[in-house]
């Protein structure tokens, strides 16, 4: 099964840099842990995902829009908690240097080793061998001893662990052209808390009373421990985050609105809906801000994986900012006449984990007379080229009417010309760039006008007349 779940990513991350959906960053200097470059296909695709999310978010009438500076002013970060708490324990090997997140090790020790460690403690609690191992290393009493027998999965070497430490994941970098202690400032690790510090320019500007949200697209940064799993856990990526402000006492109904809402968009774009979840956090764990959260969860090759989170963040974050910049942070309600700091239900997705789910949910193969057919199933609104444009033969006049054709098409739609190879082969690589329809000029269409038309998916081919192509197509990729 391991063996299975490996080899699907594998085929993945093949396909991404073969078809140009993703590459390795500085890939031609040995590349760049945990960073990625989207190729030509790859950034279409993304653009697709963050713009039918930028549509169900903003193209209503109580969300607005916000694109802030990922640069920000230090003690923002003080005062959402980052500086004291977004921190991951960490444990090094003193023999070969590589080092760990303490929450992840169970997953790389193999089940005989830990199965062994395990010998060594009275009975302990959780279901899994994993769970059994993290609660040992998540007390402190235990963690030590328990470090002190199991080898490390890098070198092999048995007892060679540092005590776990804390390491916070913001990067760091310097404001002006002098490198000391005063001019320390951060890449954000979210785009929320720029949302929280622009609320009220935000309600004022655009007039909105609550309960309303913005919503932002951008880029975060986070100095993780250890990447995996491909676009899963990176250091560079991009969050679809909306905060909603709501007046406190209507949060619970708001938060279970903002979680249908998401899970069914995810859903509309063609999502698998039995490969996704509700993981609902439970009381004592949940984050420091949280009075109730859930993650919408994919179930990924490596099993299931978070790619959205919602939550509700009481008035945390506004209070605290209120507290830390010294100017008020309450909004003041009309209808009934009072002061007071809102609640506010965070949706956060992350584009980046969404690329990868969509594609993985794309991808399928299958037998057609004898040979494999790598296809991606992508929805007509998420491909990356809507059509491609194939000559049957580079002769006969039909180069020249397909060019035609795709000067016609080019204004309405993402087009791809080729005229190399079999025509077979042709939609063989269309098949494998997630292209929903094949138009090629054959012999017919110097007679009649018309082009055959193959649909991806079932493969199933209809005559449409050249004139009637952009109607068609058209109704086809709504």
Known sequence: MEKSRNETVEKIVSLAKRRGFVFQSSEIYGGLNGC?????LGVELLRNIKEEWWKAMTYRDDVEGLDAAILMHPRVWEASGHVENFTDPMIDCKQCKARFRLDTLAELISDKNKEKALKEFDAVEGETLDDKFTALLEKQETAQKLLEIVNCPQC???GTFTQPRKFNLMFKTFLGPVEDSNNVIYLRPETAQGIYVNFLNVANASRQKLPFGIAQIGKAFRNEINTKNFLFRTREFEQMEMQYFVKPGTDKEFYDYWKEIRIQWFKSLGMTPSKLRFHDHPADKLAHYAKEATDIEYEFPFGWGEI????NRTD????RHQQYSGKSQQYYDDASKEKYIPYIIETSAGASRSFMAFLIDAYYEEEVKGETRNVLRFH????PIKAAILPLVNKDGMPEIARKIETELRPYFKIFYDDKGAIGR???RMDEAGTPYCITVDTQTLEDNTVTVRERDSMEQE????DKLVVYLQEKLR
Do not use: F, Q, T, V
């Open 36 to 40: 990625w470059d989207y190729g030509p």
């Open 156 to 158: 092999g070497n048995k």
């Open 308 to 311: 959205e989170g919602i939550h």
């Open 316 to 319: 945390y974050d506004l209070s």
């Open 380 to 383: 007509p609104k998420l491909a």
């Open 426 to 428: 042709r939609y063989r």
């Open 463 to 466: 005559r449409i007349s050249i």
